[in-house]
């Protein structure tokens, strides 16, 4: 574990965490770590929430892409059927 020393800190700030201390019935170190081990955590929580939402834009992005292809080859296939079927009634015509 690594030490940390604060010093200058404000009397209103100190006399809060030792009332929030106390009120926890733990040791101001004890709190600040908390405090810090929180702050830490909440900065990894954001870090992988941009990631996560990244990776969930350029999902979205890739889908959309994909559903647009799909919807080419759809009308791509309906033009080649209907081609298809004007081949077949102008066959059945010649019968």
Do not use: P, W
């Not at 030490?3 to 800190?9: A, D, Q, S």
């Not at 770590?33 to 834009?57: H, I, N, P």
């Amino acid at each position: 574990m690594k030490t940390i020393y604060v010093r200058n800190v404000d009397e209103r700030t100190h006399t809060m965490l030792k009332k929030a201390a106390k009120e926890r019935d733990i040791s101001m170190s004890e709190l600040v770590r908390q405090l810090m081990d929180g702050y830490a955590m909440r900065t990894e929580v954001e870090t992988l929430d941009q990631k996560y939402r990244a990776f969930a834009t350029d999902l979205l992005a890739l889908q959309r892409a994909e559903q647009e292809n799909l919807q080419r080859l759809v009308t791509r296939c309906e033009r080649i059927f209907a081609k298809l079927e004007g081949l077949i009634d102008e066959g059945s015509e010649q019968y």
